[in-house]
């Protein structure tokens, strides 16, 4: 029997996110030198001297994720795009929007598996691992707003 859902508001600290995520990515304390900055129902920081990586469980969409920031840089990287441009194929990796302490307990610890397997060069401030990726998303939006300006100028209509 599945646990009833937790709705958007003040009920999301009864799912325990922070919680399960400050237990399943003490590595980042314990491997890679970071430290524990902040706790909120939705987010939880940590911050090395190269990298601030936030793991967080969106309020709208319940969508479990990861952001990678190099600090010196102020190169922002979501987890998604690292695994969409890199080309990673691990289940451990999909999107999961769970919303029951049940579903986040296993979502967050997918993630974080995903996050220790590949993501290395990320939480150790590879500089050329974040331009690689920012590379990738430039191209990618670039193509993307060629086809949009090609269907607005053949007729199509703006959406």
């Known amino acids: 029997m599945e646990m009833p859902r937790i709705k958007p508001g003040k009920d999301r600290q009864?799912?325990?996110?922070?919680?399960v995520v400050v237990s399943s990515f003490c590595f980042l304390i314990q491997d890679y030198e970071y430290a524990f900055v902040s706790s909120e129902s939705t987010r939880v920081v940590y911050?090395?001297?190269?990298?601030?990586?936030?793991?967080y469980h969106a309020r709208g969409s319940y969508l479990l994720g990861v952001d990678f920031t190099l600090?010196?840089?102020?190169i922002k990287l979501q987890l998604a795009e690292m695994v969409?441009?890199?080309?990673?194929?691990d289940p451990q990796c999909n999107p999961y929007s769970p919303s029951t302490p049940n579903g986040v307990q296993?979502?967050?610890s997918r993630l974080s598996v995903c996050v220790q397997q590949h993501c290395q060069p990320l939480l150790r401030g590879v500089q050329g691992q974040y331009y690689q990726i920012a590379e990738l998303r430039r191209r990618d939006m670039e193509?993307?707003?060629r086809n949009d300006s090609t269907k607005r100028s053949d007729g199509q209509p703006d959406s």
Do not use: D, N, P
């Open 84 to 89: 969409q441009y890199l080309k990673i194929r």
């Open 47 to 55: 911050r090395s001297e190269l990298v601030e990586t936030a793991i």
């Open 143 to 145: 193509k993307y707003s």
């Open 106 to 108: 296993i979502g967050v």
């Open 14 to 19: 009864l799912l325990g996110f922070a919680s």
């Open 71 to 74: 600090l010196a840089e102020q």
